[in-house]
């Protein structure tokens, strides 16, 4: 990963820590509304992956009552292998904003060693009317689909990545 200040605009746009982070929050944020509970550390590496990749954030389904394994059969071939490559090249990303969401205490990690919101001051309310509200309905959705999973293993052996 290139220093920030090398990072071409169009990487530094994208993958602002900033950004990521909300992502993240989102998704932590309904998966306890879901679960009751935080959300497993390594899923966090796979948030990034779905929501900003256009295709397959357009490809999730429109609620969550679509079991993950039967969503994946739909998706073209190949999809969990290029799924893989995406996600392995994002864990930089998605640690650095992780990182950026920890040092602001938007995230934390509890004593189970699951992510769960901070108490720090995040207000969405000016995205809300903003293109970037699509990606945090998909984040907060994706949060909600993976709290209704047996359990995080199968979320990876389903996508086809090992932790």
Not at 52 to 75: D, F
């Amino acid at each position: 990963m290139l220093p920030w200040e090398k990072r071409p605009f169009e990487i530094a746009n994208l993958l602002n820590p900033a950004f990521c982070s909300l992502l993240l929050w989102a998704a932590v944020t309904d998966f306890k509304q879901e679960k009751q509970q935080g959300m497993p550390f390594a899923l966090m590496f796979l948030i990034l992956p779905v929501i900003l990749h256009k295709p397959t954030r357009e490809a999730l389904p429109q609620t969550t009552r679509t079991p993950l394994q039967e969503w994946v059969k739909e998706q073209p071939e190949g999809f969990s292998l290029l799924f893989a490559a995406r996600t392995r090249q994002l864990v930089p990303y998605s640690k650095e904003a992780l990182t950026f969401g920890i040092q602001r205490h938007n995230l934390e990690i509890d004593e189970s060693g699951n992510l769960v919101c901070g108490n720090g001051q995040l207000n969405i309310k000016n995205v809300i009317a903003t293109p970037i509200a699509r990606f945090i309905e998909s984040s907060k959705q994706l949060g909600r689909w993976f709290a209704k999973a047996e359990h995080e293993t199968v979320i990876f052996k389903t996508l086809g990545i090992r932790p």
